[in-house]
């Protein structure tokens, strides 16, 4: 049976680029299979922490909008709260559609082949290699195989990779354009460097409102629960209080594949990275740190395997488990605590004096929930006892 590639990774976003790029840096024969045409939109925020750039040999920061330096919390607009983030350039605004591609045109350069509209319909293995069909029956082989299509994955549970059940939060993002803002309303706009987290508009959730060069990305996202939440009706509130029509905006509804539990990540020659994996933060919805994160930690192991190291792969479950899990496990019993309880939560955990500090130092990276979950958890129960 021929092969294609050494690697073939089943899509094109951050997780998937991320992987492809450092696999074909590595001198390995990559084979990168993305459902859609580029430029393709994205329902995303965009928010990372800047440390993802030690991940990578090259500069992000073509990729990023715009650097946040603090950030506002509010409880149904008011009762405002604003931590100022550590280090020089500790949370970035990325448009996502440019993020991807940038990272694509990366892997190429480095030598990946890429190959748009391809839906795959198949995944299996046959004999030491994978096997991945096409919606229009073309096919193509690999030793090794990537996981990276995101939330709607159809392929990481039925390989065993990740949970079996993932869990989902429901999403809606909104793009402004700044022009559609009067001079009044400018004057009354979020400032440039500032993100913005409310958390009394939203049942069991909280909305975001990100700023870009040219405007404004929001969202709002449900985190407990499968009832249908009125996000348009939350973002037709927030929208005035930041300058901009009710109606204003380009929306995308997404679901957002969460954290929920530590899984086996990887199997026989194939790993799950980014929200394929399950990785998303499960209570400030944090989805491209674990992508970049997972994206070249999996590469690095496949690597690794692909020289002779069979081992290799059980420890990417390992290292994500470590490096990412363990504090996932803790934010996840906060986001269950919180979200059932928001307005003690609001008052307990984010107005106590250090508590807006260790979030923005979460969001950075230079801190993890288990830093914090203890003494959170425990002041919110006391209170509801």
Not at 121 to 149: K, P
Not at 319 to 345: H, K, L, N, T
Request: proline share 5%; aromatic share 8%.
């Amino acid at each position: 049976m021929t092969r294609d590639a050494e690697v073939i990774v089943l899509g094109a976003g951050a997780a998937g680029a991320a992987a492809a790029f450092h696999l074909s840096h590595a001198g390995r024969r990559v084979l990168l299979l993305e459902r859609q045409s580029w430029p393709r939109p994205k329902a995303c925020g965009g928010g990372m922490a800047a440390s993802v750039q030690r991940w990578f040999p090259f500069d992000l920061s073509p990729a990023v909008d715009r650097v946040i330096r603090r950030v506002r919390f509010t409880w149904n607009l008011e009762d405002p709260v604003t931590a100022e983030l550590p280090g020089e350039a500790p949370f970035w605004i990325v448009r996502r559609q440019r993020l991807d591609q940038y990272l694509v045109e990366q892997a190429v350069a480095a030598g990946c082949s890429l190959e748009s509209r391809w839906s795959a319909s198949d995944v299996s293995r046959h004999g030491s290699l994978w096997q991945v069909r096409s919606d229009d029956g073309r096919l193509v082989r690999a030793n090794a195989l990537v996981i990276a299509d995101g939330s709607t994955s159809a392929f990481s549970a039925p390989l065993g990779l990740g949970p079996a059940r993932p869990r989902f939060a429901t999403t809606l993002a909104a793009e402004v354009d700044r022009t559609t803002q009067t001079p009044a309303d400018e004057a009354s706009a979020h400032d440039d460097d500032t993100a913005h987290f409310e958390f009394g508009l939203v049942h069991h959730g909280f909305c975001w409102a990100f700023p870009r060069q040219r405007g404004m990305s929001l969202g709002v996202g449900t985190f407990i629960g499968r009832d249908p939440a009125d996000h348009a009706a939350v973002l037709e509130r927030m929208l005035p209080s930041l300058g901009y029509a009710a109606t204003a905006g380009e929306r995308r509804g997404a679901p957002l594949r969460v954290w929920d539990g530590h899984h086996r990540l990887h199997g026989d020659g194939v790993i799950a990275v980014g929200d394929a994996a399950s990785l998303c933060d499960p209570f400030l919805a944090e989805g491209l740190r674990p992508a970049l994160m997972s994206g070249s930690s999996g590469a690095a192991c496949l690597e690794r395997w692909l020289a002779g190291d069979s081992k290799a792969l059980g420890a990417y479950t390992s290292q994500m488990r470590a490096d990412w899990g363990e504090s996932m496990a803790w934010g996840r019993r906060i986001a269950q605590v919180f979200y059932r309880f928001p307005r003690v939560g609001y008052q307990l955990g984010i107005k106590r004096p250090t508590a807006p500090q260790r979030i923005a130092q979460i969001l950075s990276g230079s801190m993890g929930y288990g830093d914090i979950a203890q003494r959170v958890i425990r002041r919110l129960l006391l209170q509801q006892g």
